[in-house]
Structure formats: C-alpha cells, structure tokens
C-alpha cells in the first residue's frame, strides 16, 4: 500500500494500519518529484516516511518511484497538506515534518495561499511529538522573512541550529535546481518543546 487510498483507511491515520509499525513516520509536505523523502527512506529502512502531495503528476511520481525502487518504508497520500494537518493526522504522531521549498506565491494578491501562517504552524506542532523536528527551507527571501516572523510568534516550538540538522539529509528536487543556479537558501529547524502545547500559556 505504497500509495494510500484514503477511501479505505481509518481517520485520523493509524501508522500500524499504513505503515506495520507504529513508530511515528517522517512527514514532507509538498514532497514534489521525492527526491527528497525516497532517498532518506532508502538511507533509512528501520524508519517510516509520509509524503503529501496536492497535485496528482507529483503523487504518482513519488508511487512509481518507490515502487521501482523497491522501497517499502514510504506512503504517499494525495492531498493538501491542510486537509492532513486538520483533518487526517494524530496529534503527537510524527518524529519530522520537512517542508522544502513551499510555493512562494510572490504576487501579493496571492500570498494568501501561502502554506506559511500562523494556524498551519500550530497544527504541524500539534502532530509532532515532543522533540519531533521541523526543518523548512527555502530560496526565496521575502518568503523567508515571513516564514521567520510565523515560526518566531509560534508556540510550543524551540529554535536549533539548522545546518546540524540537514548536514545528514538529501537534497530535495528543488534544492538541486536551486544549488545549481546559484540561488542563496534560507534553512529553519525547529523542535516541538517537550511541556507546552500550541495554544498554551
Ligand atoms: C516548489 S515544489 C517543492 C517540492 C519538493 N519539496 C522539493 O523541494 O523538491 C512545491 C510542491 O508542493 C506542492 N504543494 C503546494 N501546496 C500544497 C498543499 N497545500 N498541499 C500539498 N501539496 C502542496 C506542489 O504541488 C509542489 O509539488
């Protein structure tokens, strides 16, 4: 069951129903062509990976990719990242979620569809379990600063340093794009506090 057909599937989502096991997955949101979330789930078989992808080309992609790979350690699930974080996720329930490179949507008229805000960053923080990862990156600079301004208001949430966190992580689809034109990248890693829930104190 590579790729999950929400249809047949218990909500919210059971990594023992998807996965075989109920350690808690890594999660990308928007994972695009998987470069990204197929090679650290081949690096790292003992671990479970979750991929949400909105746009059906990608989806079945990152299914036949794995398929071809062989790699069983990865689901992937079409829809948007919204409707998995609101709808379809158990709290605490994941070790990482990365989002690499999200949809800068630069005109202003269309920054609304940002996946950036406030209540998306409190619900990637309600699904992580306590010093579950959030590593974010991006190329483009005005959206960094707005990225940096949603995670520094967040609660729940503590800084780290980001370049230990993805010195061991592959490169994205788009991060290999970007490195080769030279575009300069903004890098967040962030842990969910042990004590303290979004929305708390
Ligand atoms: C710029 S690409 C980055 C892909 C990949 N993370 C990478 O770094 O190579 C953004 C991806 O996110 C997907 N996406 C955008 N908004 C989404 C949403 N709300 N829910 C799920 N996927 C979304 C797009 O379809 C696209 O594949």
């Not at 483009?140 to 600063?145: C, G, Q």
């Not at 707005?146 to 520094?152: A, D, K, P, R």
């Amino acid at each position: 069951m590579i790729d999950v057909d929400l249809a047949k599937v218990a909500v919210p989502l059971s990594w023992p129903e998807l996965f075989g096991v109920p350690e808690p997955p890594d999660l990308e949101l928007g994972s695009g062509n998987s470069r990204f979330l197929l090679e650290l789930a081949a690096r790292r078989p003992e671990r479970s990976f979750l991929a949400v992808e909105r746009a059906a080309k990608y989806h079945r992609l990152g299914c036949d990719r794995a398929a071809r790979r062989g790699i069983t350690n990865v689901r992937f699930i079409r829809t948007t990242a919204e409707d998995l974080l609101f709808r379809l996720l158990p709290p605490r329930s994941l070790a990482a979620v990365y989002v690499l490179f999200p949809d800068p949507w630069p005109k202003k008229r269309h920054h609304k569809r940002r996946l950036f805000k406030p209540e998306i960053v409190a619900a990637i923080t309600e699904a992580l379990r306590p010093g579950g990862r959030l590593l974010v990156k991006t190329d483009f600079p005005e959206y960094a600063e707005v990225i940096g301004e949603v995670l520094e208001a967040a609660r729940g949430l503590e800084w780290l340093e980001a370049e230990p966190e993805f010195a061991d992580l592959p490169q994205s689809g788009y991060e290999v794009k970007y490195l080769q034109e030279g575009r300069r990248i903004t890098s967040f890693a962030l842990a969910r506090l042990e004590r303290g829930a979004p929305g708390a104190g």
